[in-house]
């Protein structure tokens, strides 16, 4: 039977899976895999590998985000084209 996780862990994990698109338990395993290359073996070193790893995808977020609307932002010679309905 697998230990109870903690509270903040859970949470933390849960945000990591969000922002990532993927389950809680691949987000998860994600930190428990970071965490064991670091060496970090307590719950509150891994606690702060996914609050960092959740802080690195935030960042990188708000730069795809001012990337796509730069992109979707009309040229001037293609600003009145019409589709095909």
Do not use: C, F, H, W
Request: no cysteine; hydrophobic share 40%.
């Amino acid at each position: 039977m697998p230990a109870p996780t903690d509270r903040a862990y859970a949470t933390i994990t849960g945000n990591l899976a969000s922002l990532l698109g993927i389950s809680i338990a691949s987000a998860r395993r994600r930190v428990d895999q970071r965490a064991a290359k670091a060496e970090i073996r307590d719950i509150a070193g891994r606690v702060a590998m996914a609050e960092q790893m959740v802080e690195e995808l935030s960042g990188s977020r708000q730069e795809q985000v001012r990337l796509l609307d730069s992109l979707l932002i009309a040229e001037s010679d293609e600003a009145n084209y019409l589709d095909e309905d």
